[in-house]
Structures are given as C-alpha cells and as structure tokens.
C-alpha cells in the first residue's frame, strides 16, 4: 500500500502531458502529422490556426527520453500557443519578425523548463493560406523538403538548436508553395533509422518525395513511415520516427 501510494504521488507531481494536436482545416491545402506508433523520445508536433489566413505549426525534437523531456514539451507547446497566437494575429504582421520572435521565446522557454543546456531542434512555420506563402525558421533541425513540379528543394537550417544559449535566435526565411507543392518535416529518428551499419538518410526521403504522388497530406506521411519500415525491415522503435506535411491543392489559386 505504501508503494503504491508512493508511486501515485510521484506520478501526480509530474509536469501535464502536451495538449493533443488538432490541426485544423486548411483552405486550399491540407496538413497532416503522424507519429511511428507511441512517442518515446522527445519529438513533439503542433498545429494551430493564428488568423483567419494563417495557420503555425511546428515540429520539435529536443533531446532525450520521454521523461526526461516531458516538461520541455509541455512548456514550449505553451509557449508556441500563446505567444505565436499573440504575434500572428494582426492582419498587418510582418511574419519574420514574429517568427524571430516566436523562436526567441521557444528558446528561452526550453532553457527554463530543463533549467540547463539542453539541445532541442525545432522547425516552426507560419502558413499563409491566401498567398500559398511559408515563413518560418529551422533551428538545427533536419532540413525542411519542398517538392513542387520540377524538384526537391532542401530547406537547411537557419540558426542553432533551441536551448544552447540564451540569446540565440534563427533567422526567418520564406518558401511559396506553388498549386500541388508540398513541404515536408521528418525528425531525425527518420534519417538515423539504420539496416546494419547503414542509414536512411535524408537522400531516400528525398527521392521518396521526388516519385511518390501528393494526393494528401497523410499519403505524403505515410509513405515516408513505410519507406523507413521497409528499410530497416522491422518496426523503427530505435527513436521517436515522426512526419509533418503540409500539401496544396493543385485546384490553389497561383
């Protein structure tokens, strides 16, 4: 009885699981993320609409266990919440300022909540519906995939990992998603999953992305997950394997 009570009171003294992410309806686009079976690491994905035009979201992958990084997560979702709903809202932003912004109050968030150095690279973005247009920063994380109808362009980062100095930002950079693009985010569970002493890579996830059709954004993910699968020949548990892809529709207004 002891035990158990001890147990329960170390259980309850833990930081609050990261909210669930729903991500919303997207006019003329579609999102999806999918994680390979239960996280247990520390990849976390979010998704929410800023602006009846405008929809952030953002793929983290800070380093460690899922106990280790459970408060990270949680408080840097907060953060991504509230802050990037406060800085996106206007109708006049200027959307790399606000997403210079946004990942200087990730970083000291992620400082604050493991109250030491604690690598966690990020890949946030601010989806404007009514221009086809993404801005946003790659802080020391796997480089972003845009596909439209002629490549595969990599979008490599744009500043260090979240959580290493406290006054550390990433610049801002901007893509435009042209009708029947997509843009891709895989963690580095995606590139580190390995057949004997081999790694995917990120060139596989590339060239998956260059032949495989965009009908949606859950196809694009899924396929990168069953490409990863069929590499390793087994279910990839060596590391959190998460996808996030963004897709407008060919129907889009250029």
């Given at each position: 009885m002891h035990s158990l009570l001890a147990r329960n009171e170390a259980s309850s003294s833990l930081?609050?699981?990261p909210a669930r992410a729903e991500i919303p309806k997207l006019h003329g686009a579609g999102m999806a993320a999918i994680y390979y079976g239960q996280r247990q690491a520390g990849d976390f994905y979010d998704c929410i609409r800023v602006h009846p035009e405008r929809v952030l979201f953002g793929l983290l992958d800070a380093a460690g266990g899922l106990a280790e990084t459970r408060a990270?997560?949680?408080?840097?979702?907060?953060?991504?919440?509230?802050?990037?709903?406060?800085?996106?809202?206007?109708?006049?932003?200027?959307?790399?300022?606000?997403?210079?912004?946004?990942?200087?109050?990730?970083?000291?968030?992620?400082?604050?909540a493991a109250q030491r150095v604690h690598a966690c690279p990020a890949f946030a973005g601010c989806y404007n519906e009514s221009l086809g247009i993404v801005c946003y920063f790659n802080a020391?994380?796997?480089?972003?995939?845009?596909r439209d109808h002629a490549r595969v362009t990599e979008l490599p980062a744009t500043g260090l990992p979240l959580g290493l100095f406290s006054h550390a930002t990433s610049d801002?950079?901007?893509?435009?998603?042209?009708?029947?693009?997509?843009?891709?985010?895989?963690?580095?569970?995606?590139?580190?999953?390995?057949r004997k002493a081999e790694e995917f890579g990120l060139e596989r996830v590339k060239e998956g992305?260059?032949?495989?059709?965009?009908?949606?954004?859950?196809?694009?993910?899924?396929?990168?997950?069953?490409?990863?699968?069929?590499?390793?020949?087994t279910a990839p548990t060596h590391d959190d394997v998460t996808t996030l892809a963004l897709v407008r529709s060919a129907a889009a207004q250029p």
């Amino acid at each position: 009885m002891h035990s158990l009570l001890a147990r329960n009171e170390a259980s309850s003294s833990l930081p609050p699981e990261p909210a669930r992410a729903e991500i919303p309806k997207l006019h003329g686009a579609g999102m999806a993320a999918i994680y390979y079976g239960q996280r247990q690491a520390g990849d976390f994905y979010d998704c929410i609409r800023v602006h009846p035009e405008r929809v952030l979201f953002g793929l983290l992958d800070a380093a460690g266990g899922l106990a280790e990084t459970r408060a990270i997560v949680s408080a840097a979702q907060r953060t991504f919440r509230t802050v990037g709903s406060s800085l996106f809202e206007k109708d006049d932003v200027n959307e790399a300022e606000a997403m210079i912004e946004l990942c200087l109050q990730l970083n000291r968030t992620v400082l604050d909540a493991a109250q030491r150095v604690h690598a966690c690279p990020a890949f946030a973005g601010c989806y404007n519906e009514s221009l086809g247009i993404v801005c946003y920063f790659n802080a020391g994380h796997t480089p972003g995939l845009a596909r439209d109808h002629a490549r595969v362009t990599e979008l490599p980062a744009t500043g260090l990992p979240l959580g290493l100095f406290s006054h550390a930002t990433s610049d801002a950079s901007m893509i435009a998603l042209e009708p029947g693009a997509t843009l891709l985010l895989v963690s580095r569970g995606v590139i580190e999953g390995k057949r004997k002493a081999e790694e995917f890579g990120l060139e596989r996830v590339k060239e998956g992305l260059q032949r495989g059709p965009a009908e949606s954004a859950k196809e694009v993910c899924l396929a990168v997950l069953d490409g990863i699968r069929q590499f390793m020949g087994t279910a990839p548990t060596h590391d959190d394997v998460t996808t996030l892809a963004l897709v407008r529709s060919a129907a889009a207004q250029p």
